[in-house]
C-alpha cells in the first residue's frame, strides 16, 4: 500500500495542479477512489480483469476519454503535451507505472461529469460521487467495505 501522504504530496497534488484541476474536493475523491479500487496502490492491475493503474481506470475507459474529451479540447492536449510528456495518445499501460499521469487520467474522468465535485469533508458524499460516476451502479464496490479500506488508507 503506497503511504497516503506521500501520494497526496508527491502524486495527486502535482497532478492535479499540472492538469489546472487542484482543488480539495477533487484531492480526496482521487484518494478515495484509489483506497477503494486498488487498496491504495496494492494492485497494479486487476486480478481478474482489465483495469489499470492505482485508480484500476479501464482501457475501454481511458480510450473514451482520449477519443471523446482530451481531442476536443486543445488546452487539455497542450497540458498533456507540456506537463505529462505526451506527443500521441500513450497506451493505458501507462497508467501502470506513471502515477501522476494515472491521476491526470482519473481526474479527467470525473471532470466530465456535471454534476459539482462532493466536499472533502464529507465521505458519505465522495462515496456516493464515487459509486455513481466511476465505479457505477453496475460495479462490484459496495459501501462498508470501500469506507473501511479508505479508513485503512489514511491511517497508514
Not at 482521487?30 to 491504495?40: D, I, K, N, P, R
Not at 497506451?91 to 454534476?115: G, N, Q, S
Not at 462532493?118 to 460495479?139: F, H, Q
Not at 462490484?140 to 489514511?154: R, V
Amino acid at each position: 500500500m503506497i503511504d497516503n501522504k506521500q501520494l497526496r504530496e508527491l502524486v495527486v497534488k502535482p497532478a492535479l495542479s499540472k492538469l489546472q484541476m487542484y482543488s480539495t474536493n477533487a484531492e480526496e475523491l482521487l484518494v478515495f477512489t484509489c483506497a477503494t479500487e486498488s487498496m491504495g496502490g496494492r494492485y497494479l492491475k486487476q486480478v481478474e480483469g482489465p483495469a489499470l493503474g492505482i485508480y484500476q481506470m479501464e482501457p475501454n475507459t481511458y480510450t473514451d476519454i482520449w477519443e471523446n474529451y482530451i481531442k476536443n479540447r486543445s488546452a487539455l492536449i497542450n497540458i498533456f503535451t507540456l506537463n505529462f510528456d505526451v506527443g500521441r495518445i500513450p497506451l493505458p499501460e501507462r497508467m501502470i507505472y506513471d502515477l501522476r499521469f494515472a491521476t491526470a487520467m482519473a481526474r479527467l474522468h470525473y471532470a466530465r461529469v456535471k454534476e459539482p465535485l462532493p466536499s472533502a469533508d464529507n465521505v458519505d458524499a465522495i462515496w456516493e460521487y464515487y459509486k455513481k460516476y466511476y465505479n457505477t451502479p453496475l460495479g462490484k464496490a459496495e459501501k462498508e467495505p470501500a469506507l473501511k479500506h479508505y479508513q485503512k488508507f489514511l491511517k497508514g
